[in-house]
């Protein structure tokens, strides 16, 4: 079968599950044929072996049972990184980019800053904030040691310099350790949401999803800890649901952070709250 004929079929077999069907197939026959979707656009007529046919064709199974793409193909793009992904942690999303470029305006470029990254998954935050900031000291922590030895790899893969360690939340780190930047992105769930039964979030480890006490949980605990481990003036900036950024600010506000503001994601969703750690 040619090229344009097998991903034509493809096309239509994952209309049903995927918003992006075209693009979902190219990937997948672009991983099993070890080139560029450019390639399809050249040759559209060759023809594929049997061998490349069986194997595209266990991927878009996968595909159609609603896995995604991130996981079939082990990788995502985010920022300006290529990163490996795996089951063990949350796939990287274009939303959380925002909350980057909120740690970014709050750093001066030339700048050298201590910077830790709570929840870290993949390393795609900190690593992020590293790339732009190669003066900075960036930490990483994740308490699955899973997630621990995939950033590392993610830190090699894009040569980046950040120090990766397992630990829930601030356990393993001595209050001596004082950070200029706090960010994360925390399980923020509610357990009930019925989201979780929905989408690429059914194939997602529930530990980086799910919180108690409606999805603050996590979050209510990193505020009242992070002045233990900010320096002064410091900042903790959080990415949170569409619906939180009340709660959120409340939180930071009751345990006497300043410069407390929200911003929003692409779709114009409260996203990103920050807080500033009160001088003496």
Same mark, same amino acid.
């Given at each position: 079968?040619?090229?344009?004929?097998?991903?034509?079929?493809?096309? *239509? #077999? !994952?209309?049903? %599950?995927?918003?992006?069907?075209? =693009?979902?197939?190219?990937?997948?026959?672009?991983?099993? @044929? /070890?080139?560029?979707?450019?390639?399809?656009?050249?040759?559209?007529?060759?023809?594929?072996?049997?061998?490349?046919?069986?194997?595209?064709?266990?991927?878009?199974?996968?595909?159609?049972?609603?896995?995604?793409?991130?996981?079939?193909?082990?990788?995502?793009?985010?920022?300006?990184?290529?990163?490996?992904?795996?089951?063990?942690?949350?796939?990287?999303?274009?939303?959380? *980019? #925002? !909350?980057?470029? %909120?740690?970014?305006?709050?750093? =001066?470029?030339?700048?050298?800053?201590?910077?830790?990254? @709570? /929840?870290?998954?993949?390393?795609?935050?900190?690593?992020?904030?590293?790339?732009?900031?190669?003066?900075?000291?960036?930490?990483?922590?994740?308490?699955?040691?899973?997630?621990?030895?995939?950033?590392?790899?993610?830190?090699?893969?894009?040569?980046?310099?950040?120090?990766?360690?397992?630990?829930?939340?601030?356990?393993?780190?001595?209050?001596?350790?004082?950070?200029?930047?706090?960010?994360?992105?925390?399980?923020?769930?509610?357990?009930?949401?019925?989201?979780?039964?929905?989408?690429?979030?059914?194939?997602?480890?529930?530990?980086?999803?799910?919180?108690?006490?409606?999805?603050?949980?996590?979050?209510?605990?990193?505020?009242?800890?992070?002045?233990?481990?900010?320096?002064?003036?410091?900042?903790?900036?959080?990415?949170?649901?569409?619906?939180?950024?009340?709660?959120?600010?409340?939180?930071?506000?009751?345990?006497?952070?300043?410069?407390?503001?929200?911003?929003?994601?692409?779709?114009?969703?409260?996203?990103?709250?920050?807080?500033?750690?009160?001088?003496?």
């Amino acid at each position: 079968m040619r090229i344009d004929e097998q991903l034509k079929g493809a096309y *239509e #077999r !994952l209309t049903f %599950v995927s918003d992006t069907a075209k =693009l979902d197939a190219q990937l997948l026959l672009a991983h099993v @044929l /070890g080139v560029t979707s450019a390639y399809f656009y050249t040759w559209p007529d060759k023809v594929l072996t049997s061998e490349q046919i069986d194997a595209f064709e266990r991927l878009l199974i996968r595909r159609e049972q609603g896995e995604p793409i991130a996981y079939i193909l082990q990788q995502q793009a985010f920022w300006t990184l290529d990163l490996e992904v795996a089951q063990c942690t949350l796939i990287p999303r274009a939303d959380t *980019e #925002r !909350l980057v470029e %909120v740690a970014l305006a709050l750093m =001066l470029p030339e700048k050298a800053y201590r910077i830790l990254d @709570l /929840g870290t998954g993949t390393g795609a935050i900190a690593l992020a904030l590293a790339s732009e900031s190669p003066k900075s000291s960036v930490t990483g922590i994740d308490f699955n040691q899973d997630a621990v030895a995939l950033a590392k790899r993610n830190a090699l893969r894009n040569r980046l310099d950040v120090e990766f360690l397992q630990s829930s939340w601030f356990e393993q780190l001595a209050p001596c350790h004082e950070f200029n930047l706090i960010v994360s992105n925390p399980p923020y769930i509610d357990p009930n949401d019925e989201h979780l039964a929905q989408g690429d979030v059914r194939f997602e480890p529930k530990s980086a999803l799910v919180s108690a006490e409606q999805g603050l949980a996590d979050i209510l605990h990193i505020i009242a800890a992070a002045p233990n481990y900010l320096a002064e003036s410091g900042y903790l900036v959080f990415e949170h649901g569409y619906d939180q950024a009340e709660a959120v600010r409340a939180a930071f506000l009751d345990k006497g952070y300043s410069d407390v503001k929200t911003y929003q994601d692409l779709a114009g969703n409260d996203r990103v709250t920050q807080g500033r750690k009160a001088g003496n």
